[in-house]
């Protein structure tokens, strides 16, 4: 197989698991997909979010395989390698694949329509629709997939402490303090983290992308433009999270 257009071919996966990741979400939640079949609408967002991170992953190394050099170290860009180690934890089931909150209170509450209090923290960007829904995961599940050996994850000292910074993790243990809550009861929204990897990589490749469909011309174009989301400065909400049985 020629390598001449795999970057081309991994953008258009990224940008259709994009809208599947999507078209998830809104069912789930607007379409009321949840109150209808719950495992179902939480089953399609948890494929639509692997999906998008294999996506990334495939996009990595499709450019290392058609260009002669990458334009950028992923593993040393922090809004890249993020991505790369939760797609990596979930591909071998490492820290528990890092749980979204649909899946974590699935397991953890007392059970399913058991009110649960939950810190969520959110990434802001003055760019209006760069952020167009909302999708929590596990920083407890994160922090344990940082701090197990590098020689399980394959993630260097150099790698995590820039993950840290990057989010300003240091300040989630602060939030689990003043709610009075346990640490795992904080989750942060991936969806702003996706638009800042995409936002850091398509701006070097954009020439190879091509446009074979209406969302790959959306994005290659809203990714070269869109401004990133803070992730220094957060946006904090605390409060009751259930599901239906």
Not at 24 to 45: C, H, M, P, S, T
Not at 172 to 180: L, Q, V
Request: some cysteine; aromatic content about 12%.
């Amino acid at each position: 197989m020629s390598h001449s257009k795999v970057i081309e071919h991994s953008f258009e996966e990224l940008s259709q698991s994009l809208r599947v990741l999507l078209e998830a979400d809104y069912n789930a939640n607007r379409g009321g997909l949840l109150f209808v079949d719950r495992a179902e609408a939480v089953g399609n967002i948890e494929t639509g979010l692997t999906g998008v991170l294999n996506s990334f992953h495939s996009l990595y190394d499709a450019i290392g395989k058609q260009l002669e050099k990458s334009p950028i170290d992923w593993y040393k860009s922090a809004p890249l390698a993020l991505i790369l180690a939760i797609r990596n934890a979930r591909h071998h089931n490492a820290a528990n694949r890092i749980r979204t909150l649909y899946t974590y209170h699935t397991q953890e509450a007392r059970s399913l329509e058991h009110m649960e209090r939950y810190i969520l923290v959110d990434f802001t960007c003055s760019d209006e629709g760069a952020d167009t829904f909302d999708l929590y995961v596990s920083w407890i599940d994160l922090k344990k997939l940082l701090s197990l050996p590098e020689k399980e994850t394959r993630i260097k000292k150099e790698t995590r402490n820039i993950i840290n910074e990057y989010l300003n993790t240091e300040k989630f243990i602060e939030y689990a303090e003043y709610y009075e809550l346990d640490e795992s009861r904080v989750f942060f929204n991936i969806i702003p983290l996706f638009v800042n990897a995409a936002a850091t990589i398509v701006p070097l490749i954009k020439d190879y992308c091509g446009s074979e469909s209406t969302e790959a011309s959306f994005f290659v174009i809203h990714f070269t433009t869109v401004i990133q989301a803070n992730t220094k400065d957060h946006e904090v909400n605390c409060g009751p999270f259930v599901l239906p049985k």
